[in-house]
């Protein structure tokens, strides 16, 4: 059972890190367009960086924790 939960967090990480890296490599590129006078969506991301973005790298950071606790936790009792 603890085999599967880890499995299927590490696939919701794995899918939140491809969001999260989108969201930057949008990022950079608005960055350089607006920087140019060329409209590439700054405006459209900084909408989405409270709902959508900030959220993922919270949950990033939050899945990497919790599969760091789960693994010290079963090697702690699982060696013994």
Do not use: C, H
Not at 26 to 34: D, L, P, Q, S, T
Not at 55 to 70: D, H, N, R
Request: proline share 4%; charged share 15%.
């Amino acid at each position: 059972m603890k085999e599967q939960i880890v499995t299927w967090l590490n696939r919701i990480l794995i899918a939140d890190v491809f969001l999260v890296f989108f969201g930057f490599i949008w990022f950079a590129i608005a960055v350089i367009g607006r920087y140019l006078n060329i409209p590439l969506g700054f405006d459209i991301w900084y909408r989405l960086w409270l709902p959508v973005f900030n959220p993922a790298i919270g949950i990033l950071f939050l899945g990497a924790f919790t599969t760091w606790s789960i693994d010290k936790i079963t090697s702690k009792f699982g060696s013994k």
